[in-house]
């Protein structure tokens, strides 16, 4: 199976701040990597596919880069309703795995 | 709209099966482009993936769970089910269901989900 590792797990930000999240592959998944938003008792919701395409209707200020096993998740102005746990995915082979998590609270 | 509803018992006996059922709207499950796929989560913890199926009816399994899932496509009724056997308490989590997207150049991404279900295994 293809690890994913998050970093950090958690970190607290504040309204306006630059947030930067990395998500590390055990091996080489090209751009096949996905991340997705999760509030509280709602299911995930997709934010980026294929590392830095924009799912239609995430606001721009949500972006994505990397290829092979680094990955970046980017949040260039937190907004209130920002605050969630964010995952990424591997989609490049079976079984699909999802990192850990990222928990972004309020500072 | 694409919508996708979960349903089934919220609570399973341990050693028994638990079985979901993933009702689609507003898409069809036998029109071609779409993987039809479960994910779990346990209270507090992150998202595992369980398995995929293809309107074939092709299916795919986390090797973790290969042994107890079965996943099952009727086209008739547009919803798909998940089965797992000998459950224990380490199953207990929310289950999800979700629309795959398989794109042209390979990528595929979980597009839509359901709202989940908490299934918990206890006596």
């Known amino acids: 199976d293809i690890q994913m590792t998050q970093s950090p797990s958690s970190l607290s930000a504040s309204v306006g701040d630059r947030v930067t999240i990395t998500c590390r592959a055990s091996?080489?998944?090209?751009?096949?990597l996905n991340w997705y938003q999760q509030k509280p008792g709602k299911a995930p919701k997709l934010l980026i596919y294929a590392a830095y395409r924009l799912q239609g209707g995430v606001p721009s200020r949500f972006s994505g880069s990397g290829s092979g096993t680094d990955f970046t998740l980017t949040i260039s102005s937190l907004q209130p309703e920002d605050f969630a746990i964010y995952y990424c995915?591997?989609?490049?082979?079976?079984?699909?795995?999802f990192g850990q998590g990222t928990k972004v609270e309020i500072k | 709209q694409v919508q996708l509803q979960e349903s089934g018992p919220g609570l399973v006996k341990p050693s028994q099966t638990l079985s979901l059922t993933c009702t689609v709207s507003g898409a069809s499950i036998n029109s071609g482009g779409y993987y039809w796929s479960w994910i779990r989560q346990p209270a507090g913890k992150g998202l595992e993936w369980i398995g995929r199926?293809?309107?074939?009816?092709?299916?795919n399994y986390n090797p973790s769970l290969r042994s107890r899932v079965t996943i099952l496509v009727d086209t008739s009724e547009n919803q798909f089910s998940l089965k797992l056997s000998s459950v224990t308490a380490a199953d207990t989590a929310v289950y999800y269901c979700?629309?795959?997207?398989?794109?042209?150049?390979?990528?595929?991404?979980?597009?839509?989900w359901g709202q989940g279900t908490l299934v918990t295994v206890s006596s």
């Open positions: 995915q591997q989609s490049h082979s079976t079984p699909w795995t």
């Open positions: 091996q080489s998944i090209s751009g096949y």
């Open positions: 199926m293809y309107t074939s009816g092709s299916t």
């Open positions: 979700a629309r795959v997207w398989r794109g042209d150049y390979g990528e595929t991404y979980f597009d839509y």
